[in-house]
């Protein structure tokens, strides 16, 4: 895809979620138009979340399915059996391809705490030509229903939102489906399904950043923590873990 499409810049990421019930974490590589960002997190239970965002390199590594963070007393070593996702295309030329459940392995330090890795986690590469001013807010996240087969999903509303052929996607012991729309309150706690069933949100701690530069702007809240709930179904979570998050961006 061209850097430009007349006025509007490419905009492209990768982000990788890893969701433990003891440690969470996160690594994205995101580009809009020239200027490149890269950053991480890792979130504890009862603990203020680790992060950094920046315009360098800053320790920040995305080689295939290899996730590496080096920067001062954190490092991060992870490993994703990656499949084949759910690729979907949308207005402005968006294309998305989305993964979760994904088995993950590894290695998160933290000073003097060390985790070793044994989990599931989420894959979001998405790149098109956005509109100027783009809001959307956004779950991802793994677990286990009640009845022991492995969960993951991906739920969206603001963007690639279509009635049918969104990128909304449920994964029940790795088989896909969509879903209908989803609603997410203002303070992100729930997301409800159009065809019934919700997921109840607890929050641990949350990256947030906002930046004001030229004719970038842009505020984003994205929380980490635990889900309780049911999806359409009747697939009911026994544990859940991921992130939801408020986007709002002029870019």
Same mark, same amino acid.
């Given at each position: 895809?061209?850097?430009?499409?007349?006025?509007?810049?490419?905009?492209?990421?990768?982000?990788?979620?890893?969701?433990?019930?003891?440690?969470?974490?996160?690594?994205?590589?995101?580009?809009?138009?020239?200027?490149?960002?890269?950053?991480?997190?890792?979130?504890?239970?009862?603990?203020?979340?680790?992060?950094?965002?920046?315009?360098?390199?800053?320790?920040?590594?995305?080689?295939?399915?290899?996730?590496?963070?080096?920067?001062?007393?954190?490092?991060?070593?992870? /490993?994703?059996?990656?499949?084949?996702?759910?690729?979907?295309?949308?207005?402005?030329?968006?294309?998305?391809?989305?993964?979760?459940?994904?088995?993950?392995?590894?290695?998160?330090?933290?000073?003097?705490?060390?985790?070793?890795?044994?989990?599931?986690?989420?894959?979001?590469?998405?790149?098109?030509?956005?509109?100027?001013?783009?809001?959307?807010? %956004?779950?991802?996240?793994?677990?286990?229903?009640?009845?022991?087969?492995?969960?993951? %999903?991906?739920?969206?509303?603001?963007?690639?939102?279509?009635?049918?052929?969104?990128?909304?996607?449920?994964?029940?012991?790795?088989?896909?489906?969509?879903?209908?729309?989803? /609603?997410?309150?203002?303070?992100?706690?729930?997301?409800?399904?159009?065809?019934?069933?919700?997921?109840?949100?607890?929050?641990?701690?949350?990256?947030?950043?906002?930046?004001?530069?030229?004719?970038?702007?842009?505020?984003?809240?994205?929380?980490?923590?635990?889900?309780?709930?049911?999806?359409?179904?009747?697939?009911?979570?026994?544990?859940?873990?991921?992130?939801?998050?408020?986007?709002?961006?002029?870019?």
């Amino acid at each position: 895809m061209r850097m430009w499409r007349g006025t509007r810049p490419l905009k492209r990421w990768r982000y990788v979620g890893v969701f433990c019930g003891e440690v969470m974490l996160c690594v994205g590589d995101a580009r809009v138009g020239p200027i490149r960002q890269r950053f991480w997190a890792v979130a504890e239970p009862d603990r203020p979340i680790t992060e950094r965002t920046t315009l360098t390199r800053g320790g920040v590594r995305l080689d295939g399915s290899r996730v590496c963070v080096e920067a001062a007393d954190v490092r991060i070593d992870v /490993t994703l059996d990656e499949g084949p996702g759910i690729e979907t295309t949308h207005a402005d030329d968006v294309w998305t391809r989305k993964q979760a459940g994904v088995p993950a392995r590894g290695e998160v330090r933290i000073g003097s705490r060390s985790y070793a890795l044994a989990c599931h986690g989420v894959v979001d590469d998405t790149a098109g030509y956005h509109g100027r001013h783009t809001r959307w807010m %956004w779950s991802a996240g793994v677990g286990q229903s009640t009845d022991g087969r492995r969960v993951g %999903w991906n739920l969206v509303t603001g963007v690639n939102d279509e009635q049918h052929g969104s990128e909304r996607a449920i994964w029940v012991d790795g088989e896909p489906f969509e879903p209908g729309p989803v /609603t997410f309150s203002g303070d992100m706690r729930r997301i409800e399904f159009a065809e019934g069933g919700a997921l109840d949100f607890s929050e641990w701690s949350a990256r947030e950043n906002t930046t004001n530069a030229l004719f970038l702007r842009s505020r984003y809240r994205q929380p980490f923590g635990t889900f309780t709930g049911s999806f359409p179904g009747g697939v009911s979570l026994r544990e859940g873990f991921g992130v939801v998050e408020l986007h709002d961006a002029y870019w």
